[in-house]
């Protein structure tokens, strides 16, 4: 092998894989290693910081790119350039010397076992001119010692690394020019209907926000229609509970005339028809990919998704649990055996006593056919002391026992429960009931206890064949419209979007490449959305801004706002991946496309209509006039504008947090409402809305500490 220089991605991972050995010198740009067993002419250890080099901007190939122009486009450079990222230089040229010095033999590619490892590795490989060394790959999932050092000593050849360096070139190529092509076309198009900003464009962004426009649409068109149910309440000898005839119907008198033909008016005698009870297992959860711990993270704790990999990537690099980009729930039986080995110290650290019901492998978590590159997160062989648990911060603390209880779950017993069905029959016409009664917590024991859900009602002791007192009586309820997505529920979106589409085929498709984006870049797409502020998240909820809104009006119709084009490109990169694809073909068709939509687009955005083009740089996702609606009576410093869900304080990045609803209980508040709210502290009557009982109310608004408050005008004594 003689004398090996090793790339890490960043300096946390190369003092990693220097604890597996002898250190010999450090200095701020490298760690040399003892010769060894595993490197017998010895190791130099350096490292990226992140993407160490970049493509180069499109006025560094041209300077006609420099200007924002229509006759300039397309932007389609005949060959692709990189260049140090800035800040990066002095690393850079470290790197540089150590590759290009004739006594390093081999280089190794240590960066993350991803395709973006790769083509970070190879970006900086190309840059520095090396020719003639073997490069090898590092694969391994843990940076524990050993698992560090078994890793080094089975090293992988290049010719699978290679591959995916092509696959991820081709991805950050295609992207380049998408967004550097239609982030021009669109905001130079749009400021000709009046909007004064910048609109930038991206392949799997702009898909993204448009499925979020899409619910947002789907929630304002909504028209809530009644709907009717027939609901018994029946009281027996040792008490009292509920039913509903099998009826449920937009018409009202449907449920009148189905009482009416059997004679029901009200109160009526009852009987116990049927009680049927059946035990039910719930086997564990499936152990955690990434997306799975993101969306579980942010129902539980409100962590938003890019939150999640950080604190995922820190307990990684703290040797607790095993990487984090990874989109399988399974692990091999390699992993499983370790696990079984542990198993009684991870219940000392998560304070669990149970009798493991199997260490046999269950092929509902271990299954090697379908682990790829990494397994599902796990904690991994190292045991941490309660001082070492003590030092985690509260995000690392949940993140590491969610992961733990969830690998344990896997050996623990099914949750169990007992299902009653009860049919009450009242003049012939049956009324079901169903409750659920918990016999064994099972698995269920090392999680947070959740909330009941609408069939857990507690049931009586009833005997077939036994009396009742019913009550019954016609129910109105009103249809609901969507849920907005909450952050962590992009995650799921983004992968499942495949069901929304029409076309099967591309349908199936989206399924295949799993959706928007990878598991390794969903929360970072999320991320860049919202620092272009097309989305805004308050209290977990997400919503699409003014901005936000231009853009899908913009781009609708189009390729960019379908998922399907992402299915397809992610489809052909998959194949380069595999070495099945050609880089240079998937980038020749993207130039025709660019080509095609500069043709076509001008055209069609000059023929249409949009909803507000004026918002721009200064008032993006707000309303209610460049001076805002009123000043914050928070911070007594910024100004409130509408967005979609709620008015908000323009010094949120200073810190202010003051926000006030757009809809209260149904009733939608005006922008005087809001003024009258901030500068007098209460608005007058506001009428129409409706209370959890469903019961409509007028009542003055007051501004009591920050939150809303009522008070209830008295009533006239006539």
Partial sequence: MGKVAILAEKPSQAKAYAEAFTLKHRDTVMIELE??????????????????????????????????????????????????????????????????????ETLINAADI??????????????????????????????????????????????????????????????????????????????QKGFDGVLPIGRVQSPTIYLIYERQKEIANFVAKPFYELEGQFKAKNG??????????????????????????????????????????????????????????NKRWKYSPAS???????????????????????????????????????????DAR?????????????????????YAIIPTKMLPKANELAKLSTEENNIYFE???TTLAMFHEDYVYEETKIITEVKGLQFDTTGNTEVSKGWKALFPVEKKGNGDQALPILVKGESVDAKVGIRKGMTSPPK??????????????????????????????????????????????????????????????????????????????????????????KKIGNGNGSKDLFLGNIGKFIQTM????????????????STGKTSAGKSGGAEGIALCPACKKGKLFSHKTFYGCTEYKGGCKFTLPTVMLGKKLTQKNIKDLCEKGKTGLVKGMTSKAKKPFDAILKLEAGSIKFEFPEKKIS
Wanted: charged share 30%.
């Fill in 403 to 405: 992961v733990l209880n």
């Fill in 35 to 104: 010769k060894c067993s595993t490197f017998p002419d010895g190791a130099i250890i350096t490292w990226g910081i992140g993407h160490l080099v970049e493509l180069q901007q499109p006025e560094e190939y041209d300077p006609k790119w420099k200007t924002w122009r229509m006759d300039t486009l397309p932007i389609l450079p005949a060959k692709y350039k990189h260049k140090v990222a800035k800040g990066k230089v002095a690393q850079f040229e470290y790197i540089k010397r150590l590759f290009n010095d004739p006594s390093i």
């Fill in 484 to 573: 907005p997505y909450t952050e962590g529920e992009l995650i799921n979106m983004m992968k499942t979007c495949g069901k929304n589409l029409e076309d099967s085929e591309e349908g199936e498709i989206m399924k295949e490449v799993e959706g928007l984006g990878t598991e390794a870049t969903r929360s970072n797409i999320i991320e860049t959305i919202k620092k272009h502020e097309y989305i805004a998240v308050q209290k977990n909820i997400v919503s699409v801004t003014d901005k936000g809104i231009v853009l899908c009006e913009a781009i609708e119709g189009t390729l960019l706002s379908s998922p399907s084009m992402t299915a397809k490109w992610e489809t052909y990169l």
């Fill in 240 to 297: 009292e509970y509920k039913g509903k005839a099998k009826i449920k119907s937009e018409d009202k008198k449907e449920v009148e005339s189905l009482m009416n033909k059997h004679g029901i008016t009200g109160e009526e005698d009852g009987s116990v028809h049927s009680v049927t009870k059946k035990e039910k297992r719930v086997k564990s959860p499936k152990l955690h990919a990434l997306s799975t711990l993101q969306a579980v993270a």
């Fill in 114 to 191: 991803d395709r973006e490892g790769s083509n970070i590795f190879y970006s900086i490989l190309q840059m520095t001119g090396v020719k003639n060394k073997t490069v090898k790959r590092l694969w391994i999932n843990s940076l524990e010692a050993d698992e560090v050092r078994k890793g080094f000593n089975n090293l992988h050849d290049n010719k699978k690394d290679l591959m995916l360096y092509d696959e991820a070139k081709a991805r950050q190529i295609s992207d380049w020019l998408v967004g550097m092509n239609f982030s021009r076309l669109y905001t130079i198009l749009m400021k």
């Fill in 598 to 613: 500069i043709e076509e687009v001008p055209t069609k955005i000059q023929g249409a209509t949009f909803t507000n083009t």
């Fill in 354 to 374: 149970f009798t493991p019901v199997s260490t046999k492998p269950n092929k509902r978590y271990v299954d090697g056919a379908k682990v790829s590159e990494h």
């Fill in 308 to 350: 999640v990999l950080l604190t995922v990537q820190n307990l990684y690099e703290k040797k607790l649990l095993s990487y984090p980009r990874t989109d399988t729930q399974f692990i091999t039986e390699n992993e499983f055996a370790y696990l079984v080995k542990n198993l009684k110290g991870y219940m000392d650290i998560a």
